[in-house]
């Protein structure tokens, strides 16, 4: 199992322009969670999906982000029209399940740049 | 709102010396807490998580819910040690985390 992967690991977007990050989680796990960390800070949980299903977006910008989660493929977090303050490390963690003495594995990160 | 405070953003000990991160945090309910670390260059990783109540790697942290901290303590420090360790909380035992900002443990030989 190659653990979670996320690519890229480096995005440069020009001001405007479309960001789309991608997450695919460990074989057997359905739960997908993103964060975001801006320079300096902890990570901010953003949203949590299951297959095909947005659970909880309590921590998505209202505008310009959005988030899925289809039957096949990877998870994507897609950042319309990229400002400077979209600069960050975006990181996708996954799960078999979401309680129960379960633990979330890391990607590496997607480091956005914007210029 | 739940939050997660680590007040120390770089702790710096010689090896051998005793280490204490600081957490700590404020949720109204019965929270599950956790903490992570990441070596250089690696994954975040999960380091423990207060309801399995066992050391790793020689750390140890205990859930004080009269001060709400959640301070994680080892005796002696150890240079493979040196990590960004995050202090998270969990309000519904699953895995939407709340992180603290982190502390950067450098330990000297």
């Known amino acids: 199992n190659a653990g979670v992967m996320q690519n890229p690991r480096h995005l440069v977007r020009r001001r405007g322009q479309e960001a789309r990050l991608r997450c695919s989680p460990m074989k057997g796990h359905s739960h997908v969670y993103w964060y975001r960390q801006l320079p300096e800070e902890g990570l901010k949980f953003m949203v949590y999906?299951?297959?095909?299903?947005?659970?909880?977006e309590s921590g998505m910008p209202k505008e310009r982000f959005s988030a899925e989660f289809p039957k096949e493929g990877p998870s994507i977090l897609r950042i319309q029209q990229v400002v400077r303050g979209d600069s960050a490390a975006y990181f996708c963690?996954?799960?078999?399940?979401?309680?129960?003495?379960?633990?979330?594995?890391f990607g590496q990160g997607t480091r956005l740049t914007v210029v | 709102a739940q939050r997660v405070t680590q007040p120390e953003k770089l702790l710096s000990v010689f090896k051998g010396a005793p280490v204490e991160l600081k957490c700590n945090y404020s949720y109204s309910g019965s929270p599950e807490l956790f903490w992570y670390v990441q070596y250089s260059r690696q994954r975040l990783q999960l380091l423990l998580r207060h309801i399995s109540r066992e050391s790793i790697k020689g750390f140890t942290a205990d859930l004080n819910k009269g001060e709400t901290s959640f301070h994680l303590k080892k005796p002696f420090a150890q240079e493979e040690d040196s990590a960004m360790y995050y202090c998270?909380?969990?309000?519904?035992?699953?895995?939407?985390?709340?992180f603290g900002g982190g502390t950067r443990l450098m330990v000297k030989p």
């Open positions: 999906l299951q297959k095909e299903n947005i659970i909880d």
């Open positions: 998270a909380l969990s309000r519904d035992a699953g895995n939407m985390l709340t």
């Open positions: 963690a996954s799960s078999p399940r979401h309680q129960g003495n379960t633990e979330a594995f």
